[in-house]
């Protein structure tokens, strides 16, 4: 049972927009930056966010994210079926001194 | 090539130790945090340990302590874990990852900006 909450699963139609959610507190997310990570099946993850709503070059603008109080958002637009993957969020959890990831997120594109 | 390769992973008894190496290449290495991440079969990521870039404090999980111990050796580019007393619940692809401090200046600015392919560890008897 992670710290950070997100939904098992989300899906959406290829052109449509999906968003993940990840809920924590204020030991993590409400005092931490968020950074999200896309793990496409059979490979290592890749970042996809830092710092709450920073893409990496290479990260297409598709890709946003956000943070409202204990949570974070990653958003994802215009969606390809090639964004079939898990998707996890990750923070600095304080009460631990130690990172944490949310439980993942897998995107199915119908 | 900016890369991590990691290795030492293979199938292993409960009780006994193994160690994991991540060679660092294209990048220099003495300047990052290095940290271990490890992933179930079917199941998420779960951060393991973390240590800094001159190996003055290092970071890990409550499940590992006293149990695996973290290390680099900035002379040959590798990041290492010590792994003792394994468990099956220590059956886990692990990942070497390059920690990013951001603009935080500490922890709560880390973020890993380069992942290795990872190293199966399999405890069974």
């Known amino acids: 049972q992670s710290v950070l909450t997100q939904p098992p699963s989300v899906s959406a139609a290829p052109g449509q927009k999906v968003t993940i959610s990840c809920s924590g507190s204020s030991s993590n997310i409400g005092n931490n930056y968020v950074s999200w990570y896309q793990q496409l099946p059979g490979t290592a993850p890749k970042l996809l966010i830092y710092e709450t709503n920073k893409r990496p070059s290479g990260i297409p603008d598709r890709f946003s994210a956000s943070r409202s109080g204990t949570s974070a958002t990653l958003g994802i637009t215009g969606l390809q079926t090639g964004d079939e993957a898990d998707y996890y969020c990750g923070t600095w959890e304080s009460s631990l001194s130690g990172w944490v990831f949310g439980g993942g997120t897998r995107l199915t594109v119908l | 090539q900016v890369q991590l390769v990691e290795s030492g992973g293979g199938v292993v008894q409960p009780g006994t130790s193994r160690r994991l190496s991540c060679e660092a290449s294209?990048?220099?290495?003495?300047?990052?945090?290095i940290h271990w991440v490890r992933q179930a079969p079917g199941k998420g990521l779960e951060w393991v340990a973390v240590i800094c870039y001159d190996g003055t404090y290092e970071y890990n999980v409550e499940s590992v302590r006293g149990r695996f111990t973290i290390s680099r050796d900035n002379s040959k580019n590798t990041l290492y874990l010590q792994m003792n007393s394994l468990r099956v619940d220590d059956t886990a692809v692990y990942y070497c990852?390059?920690?990013?401090?951001?603009?935080?200046?500490?922890?709560?600015?880390?973020?890993?900006?380069?992942w290795g392919h990872g190293t199966l560890v399999t405890v069974s008897s």
């Open positions: 990852a390059r920690g990013v401090t951001g603009s935080s200046g500490g922890p709560g600015g880390w973020y890993f900006d380069l």
């Open positions: 294209g990048f220099t290495f003495s300047n990052y945090d």
